[in-house]
């Protein structure tokens, strides 16, 4: 049972343009939200993030935006860059049984920003 | 800031036989580490919370023999694959977090072959 989902496997973008990556997840537990960037055979490396008592954190070109009454957040990226190309991973933070907080993943969007 | 190093970054090894990756943080304490594996075009799963001085929190699923976490240090969590099957073949990644937080960082990750 996929709880947080990302339905989007790959998004093409122009250079320039607006990158939205879109992310919906199912437990309203969770409490906080991040987004990571991965490239081929290399660790997540952290973007940004947001509580879930907000609606909007911004952070340069960055912007992620939190529909809780949806369930559903997105990152914006403008203006998309060609460094940008990854596999952008969303997760949502939760406290487990051992009261340990964990994180849980959506399966990735790879996005393919073209000069 | 917030760097992880994570050692080997490629590994062969023969079936049956065991192997170790370590995680270290660098430039920060991290009260708590996280391993993850990672199989072709799926999303980060968690094999194992860990936090220092304490025995690891396995995810439902992961046998705590066969993957073997010491946690003895703020900065240096080790997995011990015990007799690795070709099926252990992935790529594995850890994390570490300082404090409470929900971020975390990442390390390179270590691809492991078992032949």
């Known amino acids: 049972d996929q709880q947080v989902k990302q339905n989007s496997p790959s998004l093409s973008v122009q250079e320039g343009r607006i990158s939205i990556l879109n992310c919906d997840y199912t437990?309203?537990?969770?409490?906080?939200f991040l987004w990571y960037k991965k490239y081929p055979a290399e660790g997540p490396t952290f973007l940004i993030s947001i509580s879930s008592i907000k609606d909007k954190n911004e952070d340069g070109r960055f912007t992620v935006f939190l529909n809780k009454s949806a369930k559903h957040l997105s990152l914006h990226i403008v203006p998309s860059q060609p460094g940008d190309s990854a596999v952008y991973f969303c997760?949502?933070?939760?406290?487990?049984?051992?009261?340990?907080?964990?994180?849980?993943w959506g399966l990735g969007t790879s996005l393919a920003v073209n000069p | 800031g917030a760097v992880v190093s994570q050692h080997p970054s490629r590994v062969i090894c023969k079936s049956g036989t065991s192997v170790k990756i370590e995680c270290r943080s660098l430039?920060?304490?991290?009260?708590?580490m996280f391993w993850y594996r990672q199989f072709p075009k799926q999303s980060l799963m968690l094999m194992a919370t860990s936090n220092e001085g304490s025995k690891a929190t396995y995810e439902q699923g992961v046998e705590k023999d066969k993957f073997l976490i010491n946690h003895a240090s703020l900065t240096l969590s080790t997995l011990t694959v015990t007799s690795a099957h070709p099926e252990d073949s992935s790529f594995y990644i850890c994390?570490?977090?300082?404090?409470?937080?929900?971020?975390?960082?990442f390390g390179p990750g270590t691809r492991l072959t078992v032949t």
């Open positions: 430039d920060f304490q991290a009260t708590t």
């Open positions: 437990n309203s537990m969770f409490d906080y």
């Open positions: 997760a949502a933070s939760i406290l487990n049984a051992g009261n340990n907080r964990k994180l849980i």
């Open positions: 994390s570490a977090r300082g404090g409470t937080g929900s971020e975390q960082y």
